[in-house]
């Protein structure tokens, strides 16, 4: 298996713009999850799904994110408008059973800078 | 909501010495995991350790957990170059995971 792919790995874009994220987990696995990584607040949770249904997006920082799971094997974090204070590197992750004894598998992440 | 936090927050050592990385946390868990992030990359797990467990081995690793004192902590033994990169913490919500800031281990040759 490629493990989870995110798309793109890097993405540059001015304040204001629309940004999309992308990711596929793991064939067969029912847990996807959000996360965002930066200095200042480390690695906090944004949003998961299970069986493709926003179970909790509590961390979703503010209306300017949303995500979306069409289907079992695809995901998107879209952003709009994009502030600066938004830069940061996404991770993407998915599990086979969400419940601590699974593992979590990462993508490499997206790294995003708002200008 | 609840998040381990590792400590120390950058250790530097020599090849072969030994790394010891702590995490405290603030409300009863079923299990903590530790996690390990190289420069650039995505979190890969390393060990899951259940709250009535004392101890975990896993090849040069050994997690051990002290529940009444909420606190964990990651020993890696004989350290090598390839060791260096972040480790993480990581306890229950729910059916996710809340992780620490993380340890930052330079292993140096």
């Known amino acids: 298996d490629a493990g989870v792919i995110q798309s793109p790995r890097h993405e540059v874009t001015e304040m204001g713009q629309e940004v999309t994220l992308r990711c596929k987990p793991i064939?067969?696995?029912?847990?996807l999850f959000w996360y965002r990584q930066t200095m200042m607040r480390g690695l906090e949770l944004l949003i998961y799904?299970?069986?493709?249904?926003?179970?909790?997006d509590s961390g979703m920082p503010e209306d300017r994110f949303s995500a979306k799971m069409p289907n079992a094997s695809f995901s998107t974090l879209k952003i709009q408008p994009s502030e600066p204070r938004d830069s940061a590197v996404y991770f993407c992750?998915?599990?086979?059973?969400?419940?601590?004894?699974?593992?979590?598998?990462f993508g490499p992440g997206t790294r995003l800078l708002v200008l | 909501s609840q998040q381990g936090e590792e400590d120390p927050q950058a250790l530097s050592i020599q090849e072969g010495e030994n790394a010891t990385m702590n995490c405290s946390y603030k409300?009863?868990?079923?299990?903590l995991q530790w996690y390990r992030q190289n420069s650039g990359r995505g979190l890969v797990h390393l060990i899951l350790i259940r709250s009535n467990e004392r101890e975990k081995h896993s090849g040069r690793l050994r997690v051990t957990l002290d529940t009444s004192k909420k606190s964990s902590s990651l020993l890696i033994t004989a350290s090598r170059a390839a060791d260096t990169a972040s480790y993480f913490c990581?306890?229950?919500?729910?059916?996710?995971?809340?992780f620490g800031k993380g340890t930052s281990l330079l292993v140096t040759p």
């Open positions: 992750a998915s599990s086979l059973g969400g419940s601590l004894q699974e593992t979590q598998y």
């Open positions: 799904f299970n069986n493709n249904v926003p179970i909790d």
């Open positions: 064939s067969g696995h029912d847990y």
């Open positions: 990581a306890t229950d919500h729910g059916y996710a995971l809340n």
């Open positions: 409300t009863s868990i079923n299990n």
